[in-house]
């Protein structure tokens, strides 16, 4: 096996534990978010698409006849947790949530760039192909919290100067 070929199956392994990472780390946001429909039902639609994600990383592991990585997965897992325990903790958790999830979602991004590169490198354009896919995803989910950060930020802050208990959900 090449040592590009090696790098690749690493580089999905770390995808997928990415994946899994933002799938607990999404679910955890969630259910904290009640009074923020449109941040929530969007949240909602990612978590699909995340799973749908990992899935699919994981069909291409599978194919390349690799594994995902139990360890990495696990430790992405518990790094979400953690996470998610300490926005509840936070009185702006909302707007903590969305910092971390559009700057998580950017890393995704250079993630997938890099692994569509590698892919197309090592002549594995159905890997390309996924990624590519996960790829758009992300950028249409990022692009969505760009655009709605200032609405999420101006609701919070109405809500803070009101009550600030509606504010923290």
């Known amino acids: 096996m090449s040592e590009s070929r090696e790098w690749l199956i690493q580089w999905l392994r770390d995808a997928h534990a990415m994946e899994e990472q933002a799938e607990t780390m999404l679910s955890g946001q969630l ?7 449109e941040l929530s039902e969007r949240i909602r639609a990612h978590l699909a698409e995340t799973k749908e994600q990992a899935r699919r990383l994981k069909s291409c592991l599978d194919g390349l006849e690799e594994g995902s990585s139990t360890l990495k997965d696990a430790g992405g897992k518990l790094t979400a947790m953690a ?3 300490s926005g509840v903790f936070a009185g702006d958790e909302v707007m903590k949530g969305s910092l971390a999830s559009y700057t998580f979602e950017h890393m995704e991004i250079a993630s997938y760039t890099i692994l ?10 159905e890997v390309a192909r996924v ?5 758009r995803e992300e950028e249409a ?6 655009n709605n950060l200032p609405e999420v930020t101006e609701t919070f802050l109405a809500r803070a100067d009101a009550d600030s208990d509606s504010a923290k959900r």
């Open 83 to 85: 996470q998610s325990i």
């Open 116 to 125: 569509m590169a590698a892919a197309e490198t090592v002549g594995e354009a």
């Open 31 to 37: 259910g904290r978010l009640e009074s923020y429909p």
């Open 141 to 146: 989910m990022a692009e969505w919290l760009k």
């Open 131 to 135: 990624c590519e896919q996960n790829l």
